[in-house]
């Protein structure tokens, strides 16, 4: 009865291994409300975007001058099929007691993601060398603030991986290195929908409009 | 405009930075106070240092205290940084009133250059080096205990909260030392602050102090919210929270929420100066109105972060110095969640003044004044807590009566300043610098120097003089009215801020009148210094082993003073409000109980310490443009993070015959003390045992 | 204190026009309408202190009275009547008293140009094409519509005895309707810091007979020199003049071109949002 209490949004492991579940509910929700003041943040990047994108464009470079929207709708897939790889190496760290299941799907997040980031850091050096760079105008800072921004954080998620592969070498499948991983998880979503607020909000918008 | 790149070893760093050199080449009395300030530092630190030695306490100052996690040491070093701020900030309070008073026609002692930096570096340092560090402290030591906890959510978490803000008070000192900090206030308008206008290394000291210190409080605020959500004790729903709890409840939220806007805005900043963006630049698009909207958004909540926990100890305070429960509880909840909510719709009055139009500033005026209603009823509440009660006056109860009076006149004035024509009349005049003290003195401060002698008794088990501590009291009072009031009527004189010479005659008096208030205020803080000594000489005569010295009504008053390092040798159930009244009337304050466990305690870990060090080079390195230190201090950061996520054994485990051993010890000491009435409270009589009453 | 305060002082409470004048009002209204509220504490509170001390042997002890539904009533109920009323006078006021909104009279207004610089404030008077610098002349009884820019950082605009404030930005331009009521001189000031020089840049405003400005402005465009590019670079060095100056004649364009020399010629704002 208790256990049935004990429910947190997103992936529970109860029913497998109760001691974690046990544990999981205080962090998980902290985690929840750190990512909340990390939505914050980028909800505040959004907004200085939008008061930047046209009336701070100052002569230079304008959206459609820079953005590539086919390499964006790339990174798209990309960031898209990442959620769902992650997707099947949280419930692989649910329901199969091995290693090799959710170390096979991790690797292949990372390298949708580094993938994400190679395409990403392309599409930045492109556009320096048109001269679209931060120092040009206010609508460019903005943009590369809120676009890096959110690659540093898949490349912090990028990073965050790493560790969680070599964690699960050498402490294997423990409380701690489940936690871990759940909450690595919920930060690859979060990343994921902000994404799709960027390539909406940034990338169609801006050439639509 | 790019930074210039420079991989020299030092950075943009020379000799001539250091302040004392800058004393011997340029010797002004400006510069002596400057090299007087930096001599200060430096002595108390090597002061300190061999203290620290010949007393033999740097073990325990290592082991016990800078590796706890400990919520209630993290607490207590919270306090300590406050109070060290308080001194500096007092001083350069002190120091810009006297400029002023001298200062009328005549250019007084201080450079215009030193007088910016030091209205700078006062309001930085009160808000974000001492009274946020004072409120969490405040929140970190009774919160968990006040809930039935053991701990906070996530205590190493904790810890580099606290070592964070540790490392933006750093860095703040060490400007007094090395550098210049920024002249462009706590607010750091820019293009004032662009690089183009403010070259140099102060602004960047402003930089990486706050966004250290910012992102402390913001992890801090997840710490406490996820605590109160998931850590209260069974039975304690949260309409039977002290309401302590419930305010600490909204400042975590307020923390969580606020603080973002603030890391954002200084980060721009930053690439501005750094990097040459164009975020709020006079060219190029740059918009220096987005700053303003940017920092206010975190600024009003910021003040409601400063208050409300303050309103939280003055609830606590005046029930238990009226020996009766909070009137209103459900009143008090509803209006402090409003005034939290509404926080978040205000902002744009600190800008009444930018040219955005009679629609707009009317919507935030109205939704300005919605806040005073709350506030009000919470006045009203606490006055009405006094009445049927039987009140004792003391020193935490002088103080909080001194605010309702106090307070109420800073919210008048709050109201004017929210009506947009006047506030054209006077924005950035002394009226503003009056209301803004007007709220932060009578309220933050008088509420956490009201809660420090509250929960002295309990966190250090023996209780503070009060006749040092009434003392204290007078001089704040007094002190607060004399430098105010006059600044009010300057304001409405013509009289504006951060002006370091005065033209107009008639300003005089005033002036000479705020000057000595000023010197009420700092021997108020002196008298605090002085109890604390005297109390510390004549702990013995003032013990409170049984944990109750004021006949409390929440469960932090339950167990010993001071409290075992898990708080609750068992955790109490709960089964309403007042929770540790309820028991001491059923005559169950003191039972043994049925049954003792284990209690899994975190280990101390050095990795907070660590982060702390890193921070505190990594935001040296970033003023002084010291690549090759950056990055070092980047990777000890992350790379302590990450080592810490391979040590397995972080906790250790008391045992339960341990745990009952000490804690039928204490029950035995408890029921040989006499109990206490309370007209004999401040007496040594009072071993922290209280009478109850039929 | 007020009446102390006001006698000799530079503030918005010796009002010499009307728009300080309904300021002024408007203050003394909401203190007025506020001490509803606050008086009732001020009393309460040293009487409930007496009555209710440790020691009392008048007042009932209730430890646990903590509720009364009359009472919650007013408290709730009394700040939000006020509030509503305060609230209404707010919206009223905030549109009379928009720095923006022209003054209603019978002739147009006196058009000056205001550039903010580090630490001075230049004024420009398109329609007599001279400038003035840490002065300003106006006619009194005659609404003056300033046009405001900074070149330098944020700054901010004010005549303390005239009426409110209004920041200055670069690329911006910001406006300020003013009138004095009765000739006189009356200071000026920059309120928002901008650096070593903040605490120097005062001007002294005179309001003259329209009679006495046309003579004045024929006067400086007789005998003072040129506002031309060379005379500009001197002023937009950052310093502090040591008395007030004078041109007889204004480069074309000046104002505006401050203005573009941000924006890159590009549309500029109000501040209020709008493009000019």
Redesign the interface.
């Given at each position: 009865m208790k256990r049935q209490s004990l429910l947190h949004p997103g992936l529970n492991l109860g029913s497998t291994d109760e001691y974690s579940h046990d544990e999981a509910?205080?962090?998980i929700?902290?985690f929840w409300?750190?990512l909340?003041?990390?939505l914050?943040?980028f909800a505040?990047?959004f907004a200085?975007y939008a008061?930047?994108s046209v009336?701070?464009?100052?002569?230079?470079p304008s959206p459609t001058d820079v953005f590539d929207l086919p390499s964006a709708f790339i990174e798209t897939m990309l960031l898209l099929s990442s959620s769902i790889t992650f997707g099947m190496a949280s419930l692989a760290l649910k329901y199969k007691a091995d290693r090799l299941h959710l170390v096979f799907w991790l690797v292949l997040t990372f390298c949708l993601g580094a993938g994400f980031v190679g395409m990403e850091v392309r599409d930045f050096w492109i556009m320096t060398q048109q001269g679209a760079v931060?120092?040009?105008?206010?609508?460019?800072?903005?943009f590369?603030?809120l676009v890096a921004t959110h690659g540093i954080h898949v490349t912090a998620g990028l990073c965050w991986m790493i560790?969680m592969l070599v964690?699960l070498l050498?402490?294997g499948r423990?409380t701690?290195v489940k936690l871990?991983l759940m909450r690595l998880a919920l930060f690859w979503h979060m990343l994921d929908i902000v994404w799709v607020c960027i390539f909406t909000f940034v990338y169609l918008f801006g050439v639509a409009l | 405009m790019?930074v210039e790149s420079s991989f020299s070893l030092l950075g943009t760093l020379t000799p001539q930075d250091i302040s004392f050199v800058q004393t011997f080449e340029n010797p002004v009395m400006s510069e002596f106070i400057d090299g007087a300030a930096g001599s200060v530092l430096v002595l108390g630190m090597i002061t300190v240092a061999a203290l620290l030695t010949y007393y033999r306490g740097w073990k325990t100052l290592w082991f016990d205290w800078l590796t706890s996690v400990d919520h209630k040491k993290v607490g207590i070093m919270y306090i300590v940084v406050a109070f060290v701020m308080l001194a500096r900030a007092i001083i350069e309070g002190v120091l810009m009133r006297y400029q002023q008073s001298i200062a009328v026609n005549d250019p007084g002692v201080l450079t215009p250059d030193h007088f910016g930096q030091l209205f700078s570096t006062h309001g930085s340092i009160m808000i974000f080096f001492m009274a946020m560090p004072f409120i969490t402290g405040m929140i970190n030591y009774v919160m968990p205990q006040q809930l039935g906890a053991r701990d906070v959510?996530?205590p190493l978490l904790n810890a580099i909260s606290l070592w964070l803000t540790a490392a933006g008070a750093a860095l703040v000192m060490i400007s007094l030392v090395v550098g210049k900090f920024s002249t462009g206030g706590w607010t750091a308008y820019p293009p004032y602050t662009g690089i183009e206008f403010s070259p140099g290394e102060g602004v960047d000291y402003w930089i990486w102090s706050i966004s250290l210190t910012s992102i402390g409080s913001?992890?801090t605020?997840?710490?406490f919210?996820?605590t109160i959500?998931?850590?209260r004790a069974p039975g304690m729903t949260l309409f039977r929270m002290p309401l302590f709890c419930w305010t600490s409840l909204c400042t975590s939220v307020l923390m969580?929420?606020a603080?973002?806007?603030l890391?954002?805005a200084t980060l721009?900043l930053a690439?501005?100066r750094y990097?040459?963006?164009?975020?709020f630049?006079n060219?190029?698009?740059?918009?220096m109105m987005?700053y303003a909207n940017?920092f206010w958004?975190f600024g009003h909540p910021e003040v409601y972060i400063l208050i409300l926990p303050a309103f939280g100890v003055f609830s606590e305070v005046i029930s238990t110095f009226s020996g009766k429960t909070i009137y209103g509880y459900k009143s008090l909840v509803v209006a402090t969640m409003s005034i939290a909510v509404l926080s978040f719709t205000v902002w744009l009055h600190h800008f009444f003044t930018m040219g955005q139009g009679a629609n707009v500033n009317a919507i935030f005026g109205i939704a300005t004044m919605l806040i005073g209603v709350p506030t009000g009823v919470k006045v009203y509440d606490w006055l009405l807590t006094m009445v049927r009660g039987r009140i004792r006056l003391t020193t935490a109860m002088l103080f909080s009566i001194m605010f309702l009076v106090t307070f109420v006149i800073g919210g008048l004035t709050g109201v004017i300043l929210a009506n947009p024509p006047v506030d054209f009349a006077v924005h950035n005049s002394l009226f503003l610098v009056a209301h803004f003290h007007n709220m932060v003195i009578p309220g933050v401060l008088f509420g956490m120097i009201a809660g420090y002698q509250f929960w002295f008794p309990k966190a250090f088990g023996f209780r503070l003089a009060e006749g040092w501590g009434k003392a204290s009291f007078w001089c704040w009072s007094i002190g607060f009215y004399l430098t105010f009031m006059p600044l009010y009527a300057l304001g409405l004189m013509g009289a504006m801020r951060r002006t370091v010479e005065w033209f107009r005659p008639e300003y005089l008096g005033w002036l000479q009148v705020a000057f000595v208030g000023a010197l009420l205020l700092f021997s108020g803080f002196i008298f605090l210094c002085v109890q604390l000594v005297v109390s510390v000489r004549q702990r013995d005569q003032r013990r409170v082993p049984a944990g109750d010295p004021w006949d409390g009504r929440s469960l932090e008053w339950s167990n010993s003073a001071p409290p075992p390092e898990y708080n609750f040798a068992v955790i109490p159930e709960v089964s309403g409000q007042d929770a540790f009244t309820r028991l001491k009337e059923q005559g169950k304050a003191y039972a043994s109980p049925t049954a003792y466990e284990d209690i899994v305690v975190p280990k101390n870990s050095i990795v907070a310490p660590v982060i702390g060090v890193g921070a505190i080079a990594l935001g040296f390195a970033l003023v002084w443009h010291i690549w090759w230190l950056v990055a070092l201090g980047f990777v000890t950061i992350w790379g302590a993070v990450?080592a810490r996520?391979?040590v397995?054994e972080t906790e250790r485990v008391i045992p339960a015959s341990e745990v009952r051993a000490d804690h039928e010890a204490w029950l035995q000491q408890v029921r040989e003390c006499a109990t206490t009435p309370r007209e004999q409270e401040d007496t040594s009589a009072n071993v922290g045992r209280a009478e109850v009453l039929a | 204190m007020l009446s102390v305060a006001a006698t000799a002082s530079n503030g918005f409470i010796n009002p010499a026009g009307p728009i300080a004048e309904a300021l002024r009002d408007h203050l003394i209204f909401i203190v007025m309408v506020m001490a509803v509220v606050i008086v009732p504490l001020f009393i309460a509170l040293p009487w409930t202190l007496w009555r209710y001390r440790l020691r009392t042997k008048s007042g009932s002890y209730q430890p646990n009275w903590e509720f009364s539904w009359p009472l919650e009533i007013l408290i709730w109920g009394l700040p939000a009547v006020i509030v509503v009323v305060l609230g209404w006078n707010l919206w009223h006021q905030s549109y009379e008293l928009d720095p923006y909104k022209p003054l209603a009279a019978a002739e147009a207004p006196l058009e000056i140009q205001a550039i903010a610089l580090d630490w001075k404030w230049v004024f420009i008077y398109p329609d007599q094409n001279i400038a003035s610098v840490n002065e300003v002349m106006i006619v009194a009884g005659r609404p003056v519509r300033f046009r405001l820019t900074s070149g330098t950082v944020m700054q901010s605009f004010m005549i303390p005895r005239l009426g409110g404030q209004i920041y200055t930005m670069a690329g911006m331009e910001t406006q300020m309707n003013l009138l004095a009521s009765e000739p006189g001189q009356f200071r000026g000031l920059n309120t928002q810091y901008n650096g070593m020089g903040f605490a120097n840049q005062k001007f002294i405003t005179h309001a003259v007979s329209q009679a006495d400005f046309d003579a004045w402005a024929t006067k400086m465009s007789d005998s003072k020199p040129p506002l031309n590019q060379a005379a500009w670079a001197l002023l937009a060095k950052p310093s502090v003049l040591p008395a007030p100056q004078s041109f007889g004649s204004v480069a074309e364009g000046l104002f505006t071109g401050v203005i573009a020399g941000f924006?890159?010629?590009?549309p500029h704002?109000k501040a209020d949002g709008t493009d000019l």
């Open positions: 509910e205080p962090v929700f902290g409300v750190f909340m003041a990390d914050v943040l505040i990047l200085t008061s930047m009336q701070g464009q100052a002569g230079g931060p120092q040009r105008s206010g609508f460019l800072s903005a590369y603030m560790v964690q050498v402490l423990t701690e871990r | 790019t959510s996530f913001t992890l605020g997840v710490n919210a996820t959500y998931k850590n969580i929420f603080m973002a806007p890391t954002i721009m690439l501005d990097a040459g963006f164009h975020f630049t060219d190029l698009g740059g918009n987005n940017l958004l990450i996520s391979f397995t | 924006t890159g010629g590009h704002m």
